[in-house]
């Protein structure tokens, strides 16, 4: 499988790098689902994208879900500049892709 450079992956911000080590903590300790929350512009999609990367890297799965295709559309671009694009797929009927 091809990665992607670690150089070609976007730099987090401090509260992104946060946000995301809060899932994986609650992961590990708690039951249930986790939910962050971050205002409008935080970049919400590379903490989505860094934890789809971290995923794949230990040899996992993720699935990204949206109920608008734009917001699809983002998610897959953003995804791609994280990892390997060939890993990337979008099912859409909006966007006519499958």
Request: aromatic fraction near 8%; charged fraction near 20%; charge should be positive.
């Given at each position: 499988m091809k990665r992607i450079s670690s150089a070609a992956t976007p730099r987090l911000r401090w509260y992104q790098k946060q946000a995301v080590a809060?899932?994986?903590d609650y992961l590990r300790?708690?039951?249930?689902?986790?939910?962050?929350?971050?205002?409008?512009?935080?970049?919400?999609t590379h903490v989505l994208a860094e934890l789809c990367r971290q995923v794949v890297a230990w040899g996992g799965r993720a699935l990204v879900l949206a109920?608008?295709?734009?917001?699809?559309?983002?998610?897959?671009?953003?995804?791609?500049?994280?990892?390997?694009?060939?890993?990337?797929?979008?099912?859409?009927?909006?966007?006519?892709?499958?």
């Amino acid at each position: 499988m091809k990665r992607i450079s670690s150089a070609a992956t976007p730099r987090l911000r401090w509260y992104q790098k946060q946000a995301v080590a809060a899932v994986f903590d609650y992961l590990r300790t708690e039951k249930g689902a986790p939910c962050v929350v971050l205002p409008t512009g935080s970049g919400k999609t590379h903490v989505l994208a860094e934890l789809c990367r971290q995923v794949v890297a230990w040899g996992g799965r993720a699935l990204v879900l949206a109920h608008v295709k734009e917001l699809l559309q983002q998610s897959a671009e953003k995804l791609s500049s994280y990892v390997d694009p060939s890993l990337v797929g979008i099912y859409s009927a909006g966007l006519n892709e499958r």
